[in-house]
């Protein structure tokens, strides 16, 4: 099978060297090799063929959910796939969708790791499930993190078997991404219809993908009624993006936001246009007079080259997204379903590298000064300060602030990722972007190299967090082996889920510094009063 077994994160995790690039599992021996057991499953495309491993879990890779968006589909709102004549076999990943994979430090901490293997014709989903199952069975649906510029549904950190053997279906997908999934220009308007989306295809791509669940996850034991969308950082973003969009209603039931980036740019329709320009001036073409002809000749690699140090991500094109997601939050208009949303506790590891100096800058002289009141004396260090306030910034009084808008139409459960492995007690000061991945998922002790550095304290907090997660999608209420009760969120009392070494629920301790962020991404118009 083409998987990625290379896991930055789950490597660096357990205090190992972390690899480049992510490549194809090797071949194991003949000698050791057992043959395969293969499942159909119809789906309404047509049969789908898998595998079966030895714990009662089958898995099917590379199913097309949407046809492949190349030639005069590129830029367009994905289209679902078309039928095929045989069975297709789905024993091996499909290519991530088209992006660099020589990753630099903070693209493989916000993605993990590249893909084996890229392109643009690259929508395909990936599903595992347990073999047997006596009634209709809850359903996630994955969407990977990276910016909106890496990352693919294949690596793997995202193997779906421990959730299949609890009981839950797991559909992992990818989405265009960068230039190819977010994307606007004036020549790309013209032609487009009155009502058509615009800028937003990786969206699109999401939608579809939900849409294929809904048809097609009865055939794989799966409830079409009990779809939990779950996602992690751009991830996390597009969950909060799909909560905010029209045309998501009735695709899913409940939620999952892990450390999403709520006050991102969300360029206006006319800010994504103007970008376009530049980028088709940048590739050889005559800027916002370009034609869809000539932008759609230019090569995928040209516009990855053009994507270096542009933002990407979802289009407010008035039409399929209305309003930034933040403002849809402060209005109250966003799908009313159960939501679990959280950050961890080092998310400030993204700017580790960047000059101190040039963080705090970002925020307001006030704000700073109370920061380094607050923090106390460890974090008056002004790298320590900066980490710490740019976490607050952009991640953690931003989710605590949609827990307190969402809970007054919705349930919504608050959490603070704090696990930190018993090898780097010490010498972490926190959890860093994405690291509760692994443990979401339980897939670190699937792969051999980490299963026996696992302490059984880490085991523990493993069980912990994926118990959460399973009865969530399962009921829409998260119950937590070994944890106390969690209780839904209220402003008042304030309830915070903390994962750490020692697991409890506690009012957020960080509330005061919290509440002057929120007051300053208020003033600033990045989250609504």
């Not at 039931?253 to 450390?259: C, E, L, N």
Request: hydrophobic share 45%; charged share 15%; aromatic share 8%.
């Amino acid at each position: 099978m083409n998987r990625v077994v290379c896991s930055v994160a789950a490597m660096v995790a357990l205090g190992l060297s972390p690899c480049a690039n992510a490549q194809p599992a090797a071949a194991a021996p003949a000698a050791s090799a057992a043959a395969p057991t293969y499942v159909s499953v119809k789906t309404g495309l047509g049969p789908v063929r898998g595998v079966v491993d030895s714990g009662g879990v089958m898995s099917f890779k590379g199913i097309p959910f949407a046809a492949p968006p190349v030639g005069p589909l590129r830029w367009e709102p994905a289209v679902p796939a078309t039928d095929w004549t045989g069975e297709r076999d789905a024993t091996a990943f499909g290519p991530g969708c088209l992006q660099r994979t020589k990753l630099s430090a903070r693209e493989t901490a916000s993605s993990g790791a590249a893909p084996a293997s890229v392109s643009e014709d690259c929508l395909t989903l990936n599903v595992w499930a347990p073999v047997k199952a006596t009634k209709p069975l809850p359903v996630m649906v994955w969407i990977h993190g990276g910016g909106h510029t890496a990352g693919a549904a294949s690596l793997s950190f995202y193997d779906g078997a421990s959730f299949a053997r609890d009981g839950v279906i797991l559909v992992s997908l990818n989405y265009r991404l960068g230039l190819l999934g977010y994307f606007a220009h004036p020549a790309l308007t013209k032609a487009a219809g009155k009502t058509a989306p615009l800028g937003s295809y990786g969206t699109t791509d999401q939608l579809e993908a939900l849409r294929w669940v809904r048809r097609n996850i009865a055939a794989f034991g799966g409830d079409p009624k009990a779809v939990t969308v779950f996602g992690e950082s751009a991830g996390a973003q597009s969950t909060l993006t799909l909560l905010a969009t029209p045309a998501a209603r009735g695709l899913f039931a409940r939620a999952i936001v892990q450390s999403a980036y709520i006050g991102g740019r969300f360029p206006s329709l006319a800010e994504a246009e103007a970008t376009g320009a530049g980028v088709a001036a940048a590739v050889g073409l005559p800027g916002a007079a370009a034609t869809v002809d000539q932008l759609r000749a230019v090569s995928g690699e040209a516009l990855i080259a053009a994507q270096e140090k542009l933002p990407s991500g979802p289009v407010v094109d008035g039409r399929l997204l209305p309003v930034r997601p933040a403002i849809a939050i402060g209005r109250g208009d966003i799908l009313h379903v159960p939501l679990m949303i959280g950050t961890n506790s080092d998310e400030g590891s993204l700017v580790a590298a960047r000059d101190p100096a040039s963080v705090l800058s970002e925020g307001s002289p006030d704000l700073v000064a109370f920061a380094r009141t607050t923090y106390g004396a460890p974090a008056a260090k002004d790298s320590v300060l900066a980490r710490n306030l740019w976490r607050d910034v952009t991640f953690t009084a931003p989710a605590r602030w949609v827990a307190r808008k969402a809970s007054a139409a919705q349930k919504v459960w608050l959490y603070h990722y704090d696990y930190t492995p018993e090898r780097l007690r010490g010498v972490w000061t926190g959890v860093p972007h994405g690291y509760e991945v692994p443990f979401v998922f339980d897939s670190l002790g699937r792969s051999p190299p980490f299963a026996g550095l696992l302490t059984a304290a880490d085991k523990a907090s493993i069980t912990t967090t994926h118990s959460c997660w399973v009865s969530f999608a399962a009921t829409g209420v998260p119950v937590c082996a070994g944890a106390p009760a969690w209780p839904a969120y209220s402003a008042a009392e304030d309830p915070v889920m903390d994962f750490g070494v020692a697991d409890r629920v506690l009012t957020h301790r960080d509330a005061p510094i919290l509440d002057a962020v929120e007051k300053r991404l208020v003033a600033d118009g990045k989250l609504a009063p």
